[in-house]
């Protein structure tokens, strides 16, 4: 499957801003979906994800309360909406695909199978 990535863009603290990973040559049945941001000289970062098949979600601290993620299954995509953004939260954010087999945590990004291309949230002050 491959990840296509879009979104980002520079915003001031406070703004929202709506994410989206697409997939194309395979659908994301059976796949549990993503979100991870990385900032240099720092490791990647689990920021939310959704399982597929029961839409169930998970954040990171950080981002709880601020942020949700959704999928559209028609679409096959799903969408980080990110509100109340702080500047803490700039950082190139990926969205990476993970088969939903076995009972690997989605929390790691070594978990995960495919990876998108990242695309840049930067938020002023």
């Known amino acids: 499957v491959q990840l296509q990535a879009s979104g980002g863009g520079l915003v001031q603290a406070g703004d929202s801003l709506r994410l989206s990973c697409a997939a194309s040559?395979?659908?994301?049945?059976?796949?549990?979906v993503g979100w991870f941001r990385q900032v240099p000289v720092k490791e990647r970062e689990f920021v939310a994800a959704i399982t597929w098949r029961g839409g169930s979600t998970y954040y990171a601290d950080s981002v709880k309360g601020r942020f949700t993620i959704s999928s559209d299954n028609a679409k096959n995509t799903v969408y980080p909406q990110m509100n109340s953004l702080k500047p803490e939260d700039t950082a190139v954010y990926y969205c990476?695909?993970?088969?939903?087999?076995?009972?690997?945590?989605?929390?790691?990004?070594?978990?995960?199978?495919?990876w998108g291309q990242g695309t840049l949230v930067t938020v002023s002050s």
């Open positions: 990476a695909a993970m088969r939903a087999v076995g009972s690997r945590t989605l929390y790691h990004s070594s978990n995960y199978d495919h």
């Open positions: 040559g395979r659908t994301f049945s059976a796949y549990n």
